[in-house]
């Protein structure tokens, strides 16, 4: 069992940067794959990126060059630094730990263990 704690969303106007961080406690999360899902207001959950065990990252396209993953084992926290914020980027952002047996990292039924998601917003 694995809990997972979302941190340091906020308001932060356009252009801004922030981090977000995800802490694990109960398993150590080095030796899974972290996924992000964000839910902007009204919608479905998409995803924006993951982090393999060695640490190799993807993203989504539309957040490709601002947003970067970075992983910190001995605080068993990853990170995922957002950069030049954009107005859409309004959403409540969850980290998710990856299925060991899973195939698609961008399917959300994949992920076995949530956060409570931290809100982002970037006013208009």
């Known amino acids: 069992q694995v809990t997972l704690v979302e941190s340091w969303g906020g308001l932060v106007e356009a252009g801004g940067s922030l981090r977000l961080s995800c802490a694990a406690s109960g398993r150590t999360l080095s030796f899974y794959r972290i996924g992000w899902v964000r839910q902007a207001p009204g919608k479905g959950r998409g995803f924006v990126g993951t982090i393999s065990s060695g640490g190799s990252a993807v993203y989504m396209d539309s957040v490709k060059g601002r947003f970067t993953h970075s992983k910190d084992n001995e605080k068993n926290t990853v990170y995922l630094q957002i950069d030049r914020v954009k107005p859409e980027g309004t959403a409540v952002y969850f980290c998710?730990?990856?299925?060991?047996?899973?195939?698609?990292?961008?399917?959300?039924?994949?992920?076995?263990?949530w956060g409570q998601g931290t809100q982002v917003t970037v006013p208009s």
């Open positions: 998710a730990r990856f299925w060991i047996g899973g195939k698609n990292y961008r399917r959300e039924n994949e992920y076995d263990s």
